[in-house]
Nanobody, 116 residues
């Protein structure tokens, strides 16, 4: 299983970015998908997660109301729409796939930099 994250970049505070994570697995629709981030000098932290059919979604308190996680099972892709970005959102963002066997797969990360 391979995960390919993209969509990061440099954006001004208040701006928006949309991250994508393409998963090379025929069983994508059985995975819980999540996004995590790691800022310089800090531990990796949870951002958002979405269940297999999208019926259950959770967010970290720090991004609620600004970020939206979604998925398209026909395209094997998960998304993270990030609005009203803040400098403290600057981090490398990683997508994560959790299988029904409780195995984690991680993408390579995409860098998001928010300037003030």
């Amino acid at each position: 299983v391979q995960l390919q994250a993209s969509g990061g970049g440099l954006v001004q505070a208040g701006g928006s970015l949309r991250l994508s994570c393409i998963v090379s697995a025929r069983t994508f629709r059985s995975y819980v998908m999540g996004w995590f981030r790691q800022a310089p000098g800090k531990e990796r932290e949870f951002v958002a997660a979405i269940s297999q059919r999208g019926g259950a979604i959770s967010y970290a308190d720090s991004v609620k109301g600004r970020f939206t996680i979604s998925r398209d099972n026909a395209k094997n892709t998960a998304y993270l729409q990030m609005n009203s970005l803040k400098p403290e959102d600057t981090a490398v963002y990683y997508c994560n796939a959790l299988t029904t066997s409780w195995i984690d797969y991680w993408g390579q990360g995409t860098l998001v930099t928010v300037s003030s």
